[in-house]
């Protein structure tokens, strides 16, 4: 999933920059980061990325791996620390700061491949539509394609400040991203950390998927919705269990 | 024994408004007891029904992480800092 967004966002400043000699810059919890490092590294851009320390340790070697820089930042400040970091360093011309946040080649990559991919691929048969709410490129891109062939959008989000759903916002508390716009969604719903956990172990054990705790937490509002509608109900699963396993959910 | 307690923003309302207060006990869950009094609701904001700590929080003494040292067993030297981090959001 967030490879999409990395490879649009990158193609998308190629085409109207001149990237000679500058660096790619973004804040990231990891996921999206490990994106950029790796379509960095494919296409000859060095890249750069700050992300809070303490935390996503394996993310971080990943993205490392694929040769980005990374910036570490306050743990106590967390996404928002990164991007506040993240914008100040991309006042130095050195660098094109890619804010995945506010980029609107961010949702347009969901808009115009994965949007239409779940249409074709469910033969049309797609009601709703369950995708967690981080950046909101996939709720807000999904929705541009499916939306007006009928489809319901359902937006999960943690339903506490204090989460461990990595990757989702908490929109009340945090900074809110740029290209969020919440009427793109019929529907909003909570997720507990617990709940999003519990499916995230549930789904490895029963279907052989291994998950993170945003996939469980997306699956968990899916399985609400299921229950409640009749339908071919779909869930986004943005990330796998391995990114998480230096972390107390699968021990 | 005193020491530093660092939080994050999303725990600011639990403590008064605060992101960095002191505390005193030798050890985490006496150090959390002590907040708690003063600010009643906070050990649960933490820790989990069976009294541990949530799985998705990260308690620091120093630089160790304390799930690697005995969790709330965890001993406090006397000045030391204890940081409580949460997960990551937002892509």
Redesign the interface.
């Given at each position: 999933m967030?490879d999409r967004a990395a490879l649009w966002m990158v193609i998308d400043a190629e085409d109207r920059l001149d990237l000679a000699g500058k660096t790619l810059l973004d804040a990231?919890?990891?996921?999206?980061g490990v994106a950029l490092a790796l379509v960095g590294a494919v296409r000859g851009h060095p890249v750069e990325l700050c992300?809070?320390d303490?935390?996503?340790v394996e993310r971080r070697r990943i993205a490392a791996a694929f040769g980005a820089r990374i910036t570490l930042t306050d743990?106590?400040?967390?996404?928002?620390g990164?991007i506040l970091a993240a914008r100040e360093k991309a006042g130095d011309a050195a660098y094109v700061y890619l804010d995945?946040?506010s980029n609107p080649a961010n949702p347009l990559a969901h808009a115009l491949t994965t949007g239409p991919e779940l249409w074709e691929q469910t033969g049309g048969r797609i009601t709703h539509l369950v995708a967690g709410v981080?950046?909101s490129?996939t709720v807000v891109g999904v929705s541009r394609a499916l939306r007006p062939r009928g489809v319901r959008i359902i937006a999960a989000q943690?339903d506490d400040?204090?989460?461990?759903?990595?990757?989702?916002?908490?929109m009340a508390?945090?900074i809110r991203?740029a290209i969020w716009d919440e009427s793109l969604a019929d529907e909003h719903r909570a997720v507990s950390?617990d709940d999003a956990?519990a499916m995230a172990r549930r789904l490895a054990r029963e279907e052989g998927i291994f998950s993170g705790?945003s996939g469980g937490g997306a699956l968990s509002a899916a399985v609400a919705v299921a229950r409640e509608h009749q339908g071919v109900v779909v869930a986004l699963l943005a990330d796998g269990g391995e990114r998480y396993l230096a972390?107390?959910?699968w021990e | 024994m005193t020491v530093t307690v660092r939080l994050p923003g999303t725990l600011r309302d639990s403590v008064g408004g605060v992101t960095k207060i002191e505390a005193t006990g030798a050890t985490l869950d006496e150090v959390f007891a002590d907040i708690d009094r003063r600010h009643p609701g906070f050990r649960s904001r933490i820790l989990d029904d069976q009294g541990g700590i949530r799985s998705y929080v990260n308690v620091y003494v120093g630089d160790a992480d304390a799930r690697g040292s005995g969790g709330l067993t965890t001993a406090v030297p006397d000045g030391s800092e204890v940081m409580v981090i949460p997960a990551m959001a937002g892509g």
């Open positions: 967030k990231t919890s990891g996921n999206t992300m809070p303490k935390i996503s743990p106590l400040a967390g996404s928002d990164a995945q946040y981080g950046t490129g943690p400040a204090l989460h461990g759903i990595e990757g989702w916002k908490h508390t945090a991203p950390t956990m705790p972390t107390p959910m | -």
